[in-house]
């Protein structure tokens, strides 16, 4: 028996040994004492320790709610489009001008592709699409102009300061929509050269919630303003590029909050220390062994980086986790064309097996996507229509008559 394969019947045997607690009347984060950060604070506003500096942190008991887990749950978002115009240029729009893609239609795509990966879970509501003829506003408080802008994009010479994620909520007047409507996202879109990240967030008491980690990327507040005072999240897109790369930003959202809600902060593979390092324990770094699912750059069969059309063929254990948190199962050789050969296909391939059940381990919630999405475990239910009418939206032709 492999290393992996014994690791995979042995958590099997001790998955089912938590023990579920009455249901908290409010969740159990908001009882934690305020940690207050320790360590390097980083660019991406996050403090990092390292690994050796960890001995005093504790991981809070899990606490469960099976109400939380299951149901619809409705995660509002507003869409944010930066798409300046260009007086000089016939007044254009920078989409127009340069024909890029459509961001309100990317938007839907990436709610359906979350939905249908959370079997219904994670319901995105866009409750508003707010499109700006600005440039955003940078740190330093400057921002690009038409001039200045397009020079950059011609020699790609591109100012290095990042956009104010403060500015984003502040001169779209969202701050207090936020607060007041229970806002969870902000789906950020511009061109290139902006700088914004491809994903962050807010957590309330993050460093109570979650374990203190060397690798910044893991936890990008930036500068959102914490007086929001829920989970807060700011996608941020590019609508040069395709919906891949849209998934793919999203896809690195999950590995982050698997890492730090399950793994402490630790992502390595190889330990095999819980099971968001087991899900990505790939073949290519131990030959002979097969992978599990793999991660957002490297597919179970890949050898490098965005390797999403390769020919090669694997075993892998990928099948187990349809059952989570029993993840045995035979491993079965596996190609690129399970996911179309594509990126697209590979990143919504790779979201479908977050695990979504019923249940806990002591390693949190068997549903993946609390963590990912509903992260303050208080997102509302899908209030459902009434199930015994079939309605027609208004503004239909009258129906013909025979």
Known sequence: MTRLAAWISAFACTAAAAVPAPPPAKPAW?????VRPAGEKQTQGCYTL???????WKRPPVVTNDKVATGRKLAKVIVLIYNPRLPKHENKTLTEYFKWNDAVEYSHILADVVRQASWGYINYEIVDVIETARFPKRLDGTRYDEET??????????????SSYRGFFEENGLLQRCKREGITELWVWGAPGMHFDEFAMYIPNRYARF???????????YDIPPEIGHTMWVMGFNYEVGADNMIHSYAHR???????SMADGIWDPKTLRDPWNAFSWLEMDTPGTPSMVGNCHVPPNGQGGYDYNNKRRTLSWADGWRNYPDVRAKPRVIGAAEWGNSHFGYMKWLLERVPKFPGATRYGYNNWWVMIANTDEDLPEVKLPDPTRFVLPSGLPKPATR
Do not use: C, H, Q, V
Not at 151 to 162: C, L, M, V, Y
Not at 254 to 260: D, G, K, N, V
């Open 50 to 56: 390292p690994l050796t500096a960890r001995a005093g």
């Open 149 to 162: 802008y397009l020079e950059a994009k011609r020699t790609n010479n591109w100012f290095p300061i990042t």
């Open 254 to 260: 999950i590995e982050s909050m698997a890492a730090l």
């Open 30 to 34: 908001k009882s934690l004492p305020l």
């Open 211 to 221: 374990g203190p980690t060397d690798n910044p990327w893991l936890y990008r507040p």
